[in-house]
């Protein structure tokens, strides 16, 4: 594994900053506001979307990071199934919108793969 150290420093403040505000906040939360975060971060629809999105992104960075081609495929593999969810969980409530999604995903697709 080869690792550049610009890009390690990234990695960590993209990543590390967020996740340890969300950790923080987390622990602040009573105990019935962790359950509702629980159960939302669990549930099938976050999961299909946002939850692949960022795990695929993660992935995607990290394997930037630490040149392991095989996660950045597997990074891909959940980025393109976050899009596809997030475009069918959307567009049950607004068909413009889950268009506008599927488009700003594959931009952004576009963009991780050149």
Same mark, same amino acid.
Do not use: C, H
């Given at each position: 594994? %080869?690792?550049?150290? *610009?890009?390690?420093?990234? #990695?960590? /403040? ?15 939360? %009573?105990?019935? *506001? ?5 159960? *939302?971060?669990?549930?099938? %629809? $976050?999961? =299909?979307?946002?939850?692949? !999105?960022? &795990?695929? %992104?993660? &992935? /995607?960075? #990290?394997?930037?990071? $630490?040149?392991?081609?095989? &996660?950045? +495929?597997?990074? $891909?593999?959940? +980025? ?7 475009? @069918? /969980? ?5 068909? !413009?919108?889950? +268009? +506008? @999604?599927?488009? &700003?995903?594959?931009? =952004?697709?576009? #963009?991780? =793969?050149?």
């Amino acid at each position: 594994m %080869n690792t550049d150290t *610009d890009s390690l420093v990234t #990695f960590l /403040i993209a990543f590390g900053v967020p996740v340890s505000m969300m950790i923080r906040a987390y622990f602040k939360m %009573n105990e019935t *506001d962790q359950r509702s975060v629980k159960s *939302d971060f669990t549930s099938r %629809n $976050f999961l =299909l979307s946002i939850g692949s !999105v960022a &795990l695929g %992104n993660f &992935l /995607i960075e #990290f394997s930037d990071t $630490f040149s392991t081609p095989t &996660l950045r +495929l597997v990074g $891909f593999v959940l +980025l393109v199934i976050g899009a596809i969810g997030s475009g @069918i /969980i959307t567009w049950k409530s607004s068909k !413009v919108r889950s +268009l +506008l @999604i599927v488009a &700003l995903f594959s931009v =952004l697709i576009y #963009f991780q =793969l050149s």
